[in-house]
């Protein structure tokens, strides 16, 4: 008997202290979601889930409760199906202490405050305080009105910043249709320019195409009676000293018209067909310096020499390899004299490059056809042998 009164009351003891743990547990959220309902009211209403059977409350912590969760509710923009729960909030503390009524009144909660005002109002009226229930109802008229110029701020609010979005909207499109027609304009002018410098350059590479082909055909053509004299000269053993000589002198004035014209070729080849001609840095340097021989008129041996014997060797045959093997005790102005003259220059000009007078590339040519074991040194003898060795064409030995 006595041991199943102990189970008793063993058991009863294990019960009060489960109650109590639950009841200290919902105090504990009723707590911790009042401190988080202005900040944060959705963890408001995740705390206020996590209290098990709510309906089952009483007294204070049914009425924290139902005040706590219509005011998350509230803030959280979810509407309340019905007053019940500001009822039981304000049955609760009705019959406690007005002081506690006033202290929930004091919410900055409007949507709690409409409907305590508008409860204590019909009860107040079904009671007959009518002086109390005026009050009431001004306060839930003001609670109202506040509600309404809420609302009319909020959307005055909203339509400002519909206004501020689009009018930005509309800037920032402005703003990039003036880049595309920006960008669409310089493409535009682009494509003109690319178009204008494309349609000159192919007329201007049509004209030297033609002036090419026919520098060529003129080249063919002064080959042609090179090769018809020199076979005259060759078979023709009756043939006079003279007329011989009136022969060679032809064939020399050809072959240097000729060289002037194969050299007017390569350099149209060089500038107008670059595609299609890989030239190195050492062959367009001694082109440039032979531009600037033949057309601006200046030479500087020190800088010049190398370029215009490289020239001399594309050009002609290998002649200033040829010359210097020959004769290796040329000095570098007498090589001047003989690289400027198988350009076809005239003495005067040679003498203006060099800045000398003629009577010292008279004295130059003198001790040049020396060196050449010539028995006459005369300029005319000094020009022919130039030209004649330029086109490899000199039997002298």
């Keep these: 008997m006595k041991n199943r ?76 199906p019905s007053d019940s729960l500001i009822n039981i909030t304000i049955d609760y503390y009705k019959e406690k202490s007005d002081s506690l009524l006033n202290a929930a009144l004091k919410t900055s909660d409007l949507s709690a405050k409409v409907n305590i005002y508008s409860i204590l109002y019909k009860r107040t009226e079904e009671d007959e305080q009518y002086k109390k229930a005026i009050g009431y109802l001004k306060n839930y008229i003001a609670v109202i009105d506040s509600i309404r110029d809420e609302l009319k701020s909020t ?31 310089g493409i535009l002018i682009v494509i003109t320019l690319i178009f204008l410098y494309s349609y000159s350059l192919k007329i ?49 004035a050809l072959q240097n018209e000729k060289g002037e014209k194969d050299i007017r070729i390569k350099q149209l080849e ?18 440039q310096t032979f531009l600037r021989i033949t057309e601006q008129k200046e030479y500087t041996p020190a800088t010049n020499r190398d370029n215009l014997q490289h020239w001399l060797n594309i050009t002609h045959q290998d002649f200033a390899i040829r010359l ?35 009577r010292s590339i008279e004295r130059y040519i003198s001790r040049i056809c020396e060196k050449f074991s010539f028995s006459k040194g005369s300029k005319e003898s000094f020009i022919d042998f130039i ?11």
């Design 5 to 80: 009164q102990t189970t008793i009351l063993y058991v009863l003891l294990c019960c009060a202290c489960l109650f109590s743990c639950q009841r200290d547990n919902t105090t504990k959220l009723l707590e911790l979601a009042e401190a988080q309902i202005w900040e944060n009211p959705d963890s408001t209403l995740q705390i206020l889930e996590q209290i098990p059977s709510p309906e089952k409350l009483k007294g204070k912590e049914q009425a924290d409760y139902a005040l706590l969760l219509t005011q998350a509710k509230y803030r959280c923009n979810i509407l309340a």
């Design 270 to 287: 060089i500038m107008f067909r670059a595609k299609d001609i890989s030239i190195s840095s050492t062959d367009a340097e001694a082109l």
């Design 204 to 252: 201007y590479r049509k004209q030297k195409g033609e002036e090419l082909f026919q520098q060529k055909q003129e080249s063919i053509k002064l080959q042609e009676r090179i090769d018809g004299l020199q076979i005259m000269v060759e078979e023709n053993e009756n043939l006079h000293n003279l007329e011989r000589e009136e022969a060679l002198n032809k064939i020399i």
């Design 155 to 185: 959307e005055i609010r909203e339509l400002q910043l519909k206004y501020d979005t689009s009018a930005i909207l509309r800037q920032k499109t402005e703003i990039q249709m003036n880049w595309y027609l920006t960008i669409v304009i």
């Design 324 to 358: 210097n093997d020959k004769y290796p005790s040329l000095t570098g102005r007498e090589k001047d004299i003989c690289y400027l003259t198988a350009l076809g220059l005239s003495l005067d000009t040679v003498a203006q490059l060099l800045d000398v007078q003629p």
């Design 387 to 397: 030209m004649a060795y330029a086109h490899n064409r000199y039997k002298h030995t």
